[in-house]
């Protein structure tokens, strides 16, 4: 029962533990100068042990379930005056399971977007595309802000 509950503790500990990390740039041509966007994702994968582990001879149950989120920071600066901040997040960008124990080092979660990467690049681009309204928004309010 102790190593039960020190396995779940572990696990807990590791829940959200970052595992990729994935950056663009963007340039956007504005009125009111160019505006330059650097965005930085990160991965978290999230585990969830399921299921028992069995007595000898008989088969196991147990599991670990995992997904995997993308959290962005946007950093954009419009001409020389303003700079803008921005956290995007998509949640459940991929998940899967794998039989036995989840792991208890941050090191073996990276195994697990490992084959995904290219998962993570196409969300942080659409998360890029969607934040382009935003961003222009943002630099239009600045501009306008600055004349009145």
């Not at 956290?87 to 899967?96: E, I, P, Q, S």
Request: proline share 4%.
């Amino acid at each position: 029962m102790i190593k039960r509950a020190f396995v779940c503790a572990v696990l807990a500990a590791c829940a959200a533990s970052p595992a990729l990390a994935l950056e663009h740039e963007v340039v956007i041509d504005h009125a009111g100068g160019p505006i330059a966007a650097d965005y930085r994702g990160a991965v978290t994968i999230e585990t969830k042990q399921v299921g028992t582990a069995s007595a000898a001879g008989r088969p196991s149950t147990l599991r670990c379930q995992w997904t995997a989120s993308l959290n962005v920071e946007r950093v954009a600066k419009v001409g020389a005056g303003l700079q803008s901040l921005r956290t995007l997040t998509t949640d459940d960008v991929t998940g899967g399971s794998k039989p036995g124990w989840c792991p208890t080092k941050p090191q073996a979660l990276d195994k697990f977007v490992d084959a995904r990467d290219a998962r993570f690049k196409a969300a942080l681009l659409a998360l890029v595309d969607q934040d382009r309204a935003t961003l222009l928004a943002e630099a239009d309010n600045a501009k306008a802000m600055i004349r009145g």
